[in-house]
């Protein structure tokens, strides 16, 4: 399996950026398509955001789109999420996670993924 830690969350006002970061360890970080997931509280966990192997497809909620990026370094075994004027709704944990065994629901599914990271928390403040 590939371990994954992810960072950069924090406290920002609404209207602000934050640039998380999901470091890959283990198996080979580009042999995954990798997605970003939230988890509010006392909800389900949502996806994000998911990129493909090479990098070049990338897919968004409807919440997020145009306000957020997701980009890959494979040469650094880093997955990467840009996210421009936050919103308190945005608030959540946010997990990264690579699709680790065989697809069967999609890219956007919690299902296809085998391996997450602990999670970072984004607080959004209005």
């Known amino acids: 399996q590939v371990q994954l830690v992810e960072s950069g969350g924090g406290l920002v006002q609404a209207g602000g950026s934050l640039i998380l970061s999901c470091a890959a360890s283990?198996?080979?970080?580009?042999?995954?398509?990798m997605g970003w997931f939230r988890q509010a509280p006392g909800k389900e966990r949502e996806f994000v955001g998911g990129?493909?192997?090479?990098?070049?497809?990338?897919y968004y909620a409807d919440s997020v789109k145009g306000r957020f990026t997701i980009s890959r370094d494979n040469a650094k075994n880093t997955l990467y999420l840009q996210m421009n004027s936050l919103k308190p709704e945005d608030t959540a944990v946010y997990y990264c996670?690579?699709?680790?065994?065989?697809?069967?629901?999609?890219?956007?599914?919690?299902?296809?993924?085998?391996?997450w990271g602990q999670g970072t928390p984004v607080t959004v403040s209005s």
């Open positions: 996670a690579a699709q680790t065994q065989i697809p069967l629901y999609g890219l956007r599914d919690v299902r296809d993924y085998g391996s």
């Open positions: 990129i493909t192997v090479s990098g070049r497809s990338t």
């Open positions: 283990g198996r080979t970080f580009s042999n995954y398509v």
